[in-house]
């Protein structure tokens, strides 16, 4: 497997939203969103795009990790793991102290970010979400 610092297509993205079952974007939306990203990472083995992962934000106090997608296939490998890596690179270039870096994680998924140094939210702080339709 090697990583590649770059967005992915939006066929690529699109492909690969499908095989995790995450819903349909529009193309225009996907479009705007990979070319807005501060920084892409991708997983490529034997040729394919495999795994993708973003950084989001405004570039100084906020960061966000989005789209930590693996393919089915090849989960529980360690690609997750070294896309996460590159992604945390990048952001400790950038992140000045008080930076903030946040994700939503998959229902059950906390504990695979703890090593990245993330904790969860307390109960009584929960997130908030709406997704236009």
Same mark, same amino acid.
């Given at each position: 497997?090697?990583?590649?610092?770059?967005? &992915?297509?939006?066929?690529?993205?699109?492909?690969?939203?499908? !095989?995790?079952?995450?819903?349909?974007?529009?193309?225009? *939306?996907?479009? !705007?969103?990979?070319?807005?990203?501060?920084?892409?990472?991708? *997983?490529?083995?034997?040729? +394919?795009?495999?795994?993708?992962?973003?950084?989001?934000?405004?570039?100084?106090? =906020?960061?966000?990790?989005?789209?930590?997608?693996?393919?089915?296939?090849?989960?529980?490998?360690?690609?997750?793991?070294?896309?996460?890596?590159?992604?945390?690179?990048?952001?400790?270039?950038? !992140?000045?102290?008080?930076?903030?870096?946040?994700?939503? !994680?998959?229902?059950?998924? +906390?504990?695979? =970010?703890?090593?990245?140094?993330?904790?969860?939210?307390?109960?009584?702080? &929960?997130?908030?979400?709406?997704?236009?339709?």
């Amino acid at each position: 497997m090697k990583l590649e610092h770059r967005s &992915p297509t939006i066929s690529e993205y699109k492909t690969l939203r499908e !095989a995790v079952g995450w819903w349909d974007v529009a193309e225009a *939306a996907a479009e !705007a969103a990979l070319g807005n990203a501060l920084f892409s990472v991708v *997983a490529i083995e034997k040729g +394919e795009l495999v795994g993708l992962g973003r950084v989001v934000g405004d570039g100084g106090l =906020y960061f966000y990790i989005q789209d930590l997608i693996i393919h089915p296939e090849f989960q529980e490998k360690g690609f997750g793991k070294q896309v996460m890596g590159a992604l945390m690179a990048f952001i400790r270039t950038r !992140a000045k102290s008080g930076a903030f870096i946040g994700l939503m !994680a998959a229902k059950g998924l +906390e504990g695979y =970010y703890e090593p990245f140094g993330f904790t969860a939210r307390d109960e009584d702080a &929960p997130g908030m979400y709406q997704i236009i339709e």
